[in-house]
C-alpha cells in the first residue's frame, strides 16, 4: 500500500540550506500560505485543511527539518534545530517559490517555527495562525510543578544527548503513539494508515525530534527572551486557537498572548490537540477569516 498524501496536492524537494533540502506538498493559485505541522505528525496533519485552503490560495505544506521527509542534519551544536534557523528554511521555501511576502499557519512545533519566523523577518509575513502552542518562555513557566506531568516529553527530551534518544528508540511506537491516543478526542480523525505514517515517519527521527525538543530548552528559549526584554512583538495580524488548557492548569493564555502580539484574534475551542484533523472546517474557517485580516 501506498503512503497516503494530501490529495490533489504535488510534491518536491527544496533545497534550504547547505546540507538540508525540506519535502514539500503544493498546490492552488493565489496568494500564498505556508502550513507547519506539529508533533508527532508530518505535513499529513494538513490534509483536510490544504485543500480547502487551495481553492483560493497557493499553499505549501513542508516537512520541517528533521521530520517527515526532509533532510535531518546530524545536531553539530543547538543552532541545528533552533527555531531561527528553522524559520530561515521557511523563508528558503518561500523564495524557491518566488513568495516576498506570505501568510503563515503553525500547530505545536510548526507553531513554534512560525512565531519565530514572525519575530525575525516580519517583512515577509502577512499573517500569522497558530494552533495550540505557548510562546517557549510563557510554556516553561506555566508547565511546572504538578502542572508538569501533562509534558513529560517536554523534560525528557530537554535532557543532554544520549539518554532521551535511547530510552525513545528502544521503543518508538509506543512513545509517539501515546501521544497520537492521549491527545486526540475524536479517535477516528487520525485513521490507520495516516497514524502508521506519523510512526513510521518518527521512528526514523528520533534523534532530530530530540534535538529540536533540546533546543526549546536551550537556544530557543535564549532567542525569545531577548527578544521580551527587547519589546520585540508580533507586528502582523495574529489569529491564536486553543484548547481551555489555561482554565485547566491556571493561567491566562489570551493575557499571555497579548503581551506577544499587538493585533491579536485570541480564540479557544473545544477541540483536541490535533485539531486540523478533528474539526478542519473550523481551523478553515479561522484561518480564512484571518487572511481576509
Known amino acids: 500500500m501506498s503512503a497516503p498524501t494530501v490529495p490533489g496536492f504535488d510534491y518536491d524537494r527544496v533545497p534550504v540550506a547547505e546540507d538540508v533540502a525540506l519535502s514539500v506538498a503544493h498546490a492552488g493559485s493565489g496568494t500564498p500560505i505556508v502550513l507547519l505541522h506539529g508533533f ?59 513568495f516576498d511576502r506570505f501568510a ?17 523577518r516580519p517583512d515577509r509575513i502577512s499573517q500569522l495562525a497558530v494552533l495550540d502552542v505557548l510562546p517557549t518562555p510563557d510554556m516553561w513557566d506555566v508547565l511546572n510543578g504538578h502542572t508538569a506531568a501533562v509534558a513529560f516529553h517536554l523534560y525528557l527530551m530537554a535532557q543532554p544527548p544520549g539518554l532521551p534518544e535511547r530510552m ?11 501521544f497520537l491516543d492521549a491527545w486526540c478526542l475524536h479517535p477516528g480523525a487520525i485513521p490507520d494508515d495516516v497514524r502508521a505514517e506519523y510512526l513510521r515517519a518518527c521512528a526514523g527521527a528520533v534523534d532530530s ?17 531577548a527578544d521580551r526584554a527587547a519589546g520585540r512583538r508580533l507586528t502582523m495580524p495574529v489569529t491564536v ?31 483536541g490537540h ?7 472546517d473550523a481551523v478553515v474557517e479561522v484561518i480564512t477569516d484571518l487572511l481576509r485580516r
Open 104 to 120: 503563515l499557519a503553525g500547530h505545536d512545533r510548526g507553531a513554534l517555527v512560525a512565531i519565530r519566523a514572525g519575530l525575525d
Open 168 to 178: 525513545i528508540r528502544a521503543s518508538a511506537d509506543d512513545f509517539f503513539g501515546h
Open 40 to 98: 508527532p505528525q508530518t505535513h499529513l496533519m494538513w490534509r483536510h485543511v490544504a485543500p480547502a485552503l487551495a481553492r483560493e490560495h497557493t499553499v505549501l505544506c513542508p516537512d520541517l527539518r528533521g521530520y517527515g521527509d526532509s533532510g535531518k542534519p546530524v545536531a553539530a551544536g543547538p543552532d541545528t534545530y533552533a527555531k531561527r534557523t528553522m524559520a530561515a528554511d521557511v523563508i528558503a521555501l518561500a523564495d524557491h517559490f518566488g
Open 209 to 225: 525530534i530530540v534535538a529540536d525538543y533540546r533546543a526549546s530548552a536551550t537556544i530557543d528559549l535564549d532567542h525569545d527572551r
Open 241 to 271: 486557537i486553543q484548547q481551555d488548557w489555561g482554565a485547566a492548569l491556571g493561567y491566562d493564555a489570551a493575557g499571555i498572548w497579548h503581551e506577544w502580539a499587538a493585533d491579536l484574534d485570541h480564540r479557544t475551542l473545544a477541540l
Open 274 to 280: 490535533f485539531m486540523a484533523e478533528e474539526a478542519p
